[in-house]
């Protein structure tokens, strides 16, 4: 039950007010695109001392980092490939009715 899925840049804003901070970060905002279910989106909080040239690579790693953690942790108790592949043989709908 695999469906490919992407990342996209979606938004940058430069230089904005940060709950619980007095300097300005950028916010870089991420879409995940997957086949199946909606888009969601990831935004990550970039420091201005970052090299302008690469602060979105920057947030990028950022975020990969981060859904690299969800992965993990969302891994704990699930089905493997094979067996939601053979739950879902058994539970599936009838097709033609």
């Known amino acids: 039950m695999y469906h490919s899925s992407t990342i996209k840049l979606a ?3 430069r230089l904005v007010a940060r709950d619980g901070f007095a300097e300005h970060y950028h916010r870089v905002t991420f879409e995940l695109i997957s086949e199946g279910i ?3 989106q990831i935004a990550v909080w970039v ?3 970052w090299p302008e040239n690469d602060f979105i ?3 990028q ?3 990969w980092r981060r859904l690299l ?5 969302a891994q704990e108790g699930a089905f493997s490939e094979e067996e939601i ?3 879902w043989e ?3 709908p009838a097709r033609g009715l």
């Open 11 to 13: 938004a940058v804003e």
């Open 38 to 40: 909606p888009n969601s």
């Open 47 to 49: 420091h201005p001392s």
């Open 57 to 59: 690579r920057v947030a």
């Open 61 to 63: 790693t950022f975020a």
């Open 69 to 73: 953690d969800w992965s993990e942790a």
């Open 85 to 87: 592949q053979d739950l």
């Open 90 to 92: 058994q539970v599936k």
